[in-house]
């Protein structure tokens, strides 16, 4: 049976797509926070997400930039929100379509059924480990040779970025884009704070780094 994943804040929507997937032979988990969907997508693997951005702890790009890390299961934005900007947003952050409430549910169940099609089995983990660090996406949580370190909302947001793109060139301006937004793409000094906080807390030799890599002038790497 293919498992979707519903996250929404509005108890109602949460009841009339569970009650409209169940009917059409889709096994239905929901969640109502950032903080819930990620770990059950981790827990549930769900072949299919629908997501609201407004959620209470976190918005809902942070969530599929989280999901992203670790998995390419397809993930459909169910938002009030029209205006361009923020379908863009969504769908540079990993969204794979865009519906905007309110939205018709007979269209909706066949966008679901297309998507649903596509997908394969796979045996994805929102675990990774750098050194002799785990970083564990679902729970936002790290651990260091048995000690758990706390990382900022910035840091995650840095982070998840570079590991969904392993051993890849990301340059300096995508990562101020899209941690900071299009008015801070020539803060430079603004990445080299928290890269050498992330190391700090992620390297075993923070000054010689070995995962978190520097190409001057152009970006960062992360080295598996």
């Not at 770990?39 to 299919?48: C, M």
């Not at 430079?188 to 923070?206: D, W």
């Amino acid at each position: 049976m293919i498992r979707v994943l519903v996250v929404d804040d509005e108890p109602q929507i949460l009841r009339a797509l569970r009650i409209n997937l169940t009917a059409h032979g889709y096994e239905v988990a929901t969640a109502d926070t950032g903080t819930e969907a990620l770990r059950k997508g981790a827990e549930v693997k769900p072949d299919l997400i629908l997501l609201d951005l407004g959620l209470p702890d976190m918005d809902g790009r942070e969530v599929v930039e989280g999901v992203r890390v670790w998995s390419k299961t397809p993930i459909f934005i169910l938002s009030g929100r029209a205006a361009s900007a923020e379908k863009i947003a969504a769908l540079d952050a990993g969204a794979d379509d865009y519906v905007t409430k309110p939205f018709d549910i007979g269209e909706l169940l066949a966008r679901v059924r297309a998507a649903t099609r596509r997908v394969g089995p796979g045996n994805e983990s929102p675990i990774t480990v750098i050194g002799s660090a785990t970083v564990d996406i679902a729970a936002k949580r790290v651990d260091r040779e048995g000690e758990e370190i706390h990382l900022t909302r910035t840091e995650w947001q840095i982070l998840q970025i570079l590991l969904r793109n392993p051993g890849k060139l990301v340059s300096q301006h995508e990562l101020l884009h899209r941690v900071w937004g299009p008015k801070y793409d020539t803060e430079t000094h603004y990445l080299r704070q928290y890269m050498a906080q992330l190391r700090r807390k992620l390297e075993a030799n923070p000054p010689r780094p070995v995962h978190f890599l520097t190409e001057p002038g152009m970006g960062y790497r992360f080295r598996p």
